[in-house]
């Protein structure tokens, strides 16, 4: 039997079939400018609005179900209303969500990032991923009273002054709107894959710490050459340079201990956020006791108000939080835990470069650990139609800017059609998804780039 033509297209089906959303966006454009809280939430014609999630699914407010795979930015490792994070969390609503003051969960929680993180021998609570990485350079610079930090390109650290610059391309930018000039000086960039040019910046004297994402940078998305990670240890030693590692994503989800476990390479310090609070806002600032003493007050004539690095914060660690980070991090010191999500997570980037590959579509999807990536419209030599970790011979900024091409706006479009939902144009593995949500959304992969091809997509 003859198959009925394609008579709508994805756009047309989209503003179909989210209507709601675009209302609920027209709303929010009202009071919430652009209509969204958060950047890495852009997408167009409009976003989707969220009514309620369960496990590896979400609702939206049209009543469309989602294979969720932005997974709370990251901070979902078991998912959407994991039982035992609820009932932490339940059980210590109703005996208080703020004590300004010290308790027994916030002791526990650091006790847990301690015995989990190879570096964390002391931790500080902060609010946010944002928080931690701002702490951390403070204390760095602190510590060896120098005033430089180092970053590499493409490495993201969440939104404060001094850690975007040279985040998207061009890298070598040195300004951005609303960050003073004196703040961006403070700041110095390489590029990710050059060892000897890292370790001529460190020459100069004046660098406190360097710190960079140790899965590459924006979670894996522009990998880090072989040995990068050892080297940079090295190298820090040699220099007296304060290495930070930060660990907001890869933290509990590349193995237990994060990707200082996985790799085998410690840092000094470690910032932490997502995961560590179980989905909840939070984050940490782990490290070495000597350089964490930097945060403590001290008898020593002249050391707190001269040498103590200041940090406050009203929510750092309340009590639900806690309970939430500290049932969170019990479970997720199972290995088992990661090894399913990256046993998942790999079988999504084979299912979507064999598709690819079946059908001609030029693009490739890659990633480790429990993340992938995918781009489509270019080529690399190295897609065999199975799993990839480096896409070959594509630059950092071609790569950091993977997810903007047109087809790939088109697919996050098809795909949410399909019930899935990316995270840009990549996502993350959750203890709650299972196989069958991968092969599930490996085939609306394959039927949502021949709809593609029928609209003309890839000509
Ligand atoms: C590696 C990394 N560092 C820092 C941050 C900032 O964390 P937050 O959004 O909690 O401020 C993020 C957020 O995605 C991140 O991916």
């Known amino acids: 039997m003859a198959q009925a033509p394609v008579t709508t297209t994805i756009d047309q089906d989209f503003a179909d079939r989210f209507a709601g959303s675009l209302a609920m966006h027209e709303r929010a454009r009202q009071v919430i400018p652009g209509g969204i809280t958060h950047d890495g939430r852009f997408m167009k014609p409009f976003p989707p609005y969220i009514a309620n999630a369960q496990g590896a699914y979400k609702w939206d407010v049209d009543g469309n179900r989602l294979i969720d795979y932005v997974m709370g930015h990251g901070s979902l490792l078991f998912g959407h209303n994991d039982p035992e994070i609820l009932a932490a969390m339940q059980a210590q609503l109703t005996r208080g969500t703020h004590y300004g003051a ?4 916030e002791v526990q929680w650091a006790e847990e990032v301690s015995r989990l993180v190879p570096s964390a021998e002391q931790v500080k609570f902060t609010g946010s991923g944002t928080e931690s990485t701002l702490l951390a350079i403070r204390v760095a610079r602190s510590y060896t009273e120098r005033p430089t930090v180092l970053k590499l390109e493409g490495h993201f650290h969440g939104w404060n002054d001094y850690l975007l610059k040279g985040e998207k391309p061009p890298f070598e930018s040195t300004s951005s709107p609303g960050i003073p000039r004196e703040v961006m000086a403070t700041i110095a960039v390489v590029p990710s894959d050059d060892l000897g040019m890292l370790e001529e910046r460190l020459t100069q004297g004046d660098v406190a710490a360097l710190i960079l994402e140790p899965s590459g940078g924006s979670w894996a998305t522009v990998p880090l050459i072989e040995g990068y990670l050892q080297a940079a ?12 590692f930060d660990e907001v994503i890869t933290g509990f989800r590349w193995a237990p201990g994060g990707a200082q476990q996985r790799y085998g390479v410690t840092p000094d310090l470690t910032t932490l956020a997502k995961i560590v609070a179980g989905g909840m806002p939070g984050g940490a600032v782990a490290g070495k006791r000597e350089i ?11 050391w707190n108000a001269k040498r103590k690095v200041r940090h406050q914060g009203t929510y750092n660690a309340s009590p639900v939080v806690s309970a939430a980070g500290t049932t969170c991090l019990r479970k997720a010191a199972d290995p088992s835990v990661q090894a399913a999500c990256d046993d998942l997570a790999a079988r999504l980037r084979s299912g979507f470069n064999a598709a690819m590959v079946e059908r001609g579509v030029a693009g490739y999807a890659w990633g480790e650990s ?14 065999s139609g199975g799993d990839m970790r480096v896409p070959e011979g594509v630059s ?4 950091k800017e993977s997810a903007h091409g047109p087809q790939n706006a088109l697919l996050r479009l098809g795909l949410m059609l399909e019930g899935v939902e990316l995270f840009s144009s990549g996502g993350m593995t959750s203890v ?4 069958d949500d991968i092969d599930q959304t490996v085939e609306s992969f394959g039927r949502v780039l021949d709809r593609m091809a029928a609209e003309g997509a890839f000509v």
């Open 102 to 105: 010290g308790h027994e969960l």
């Open 233 to 244: 240890r090295d190298l820090a030693t040699k220099y007296g340079v304060v290495l930070i």
């Open 292 to 302: 964490m003493e930097m945060l403590a007050f001290k008898d020593e004539p002249g």
């Open 370 to 383: 429990s993340v992938f990536h995918v781009k489509l419209g270019d080529t690399v030599p190295n897609q």
């Open 396 to 399: 950092a900024e071609a790569l």
């Open 432 to 435: 709650a998804h299972t196989t």
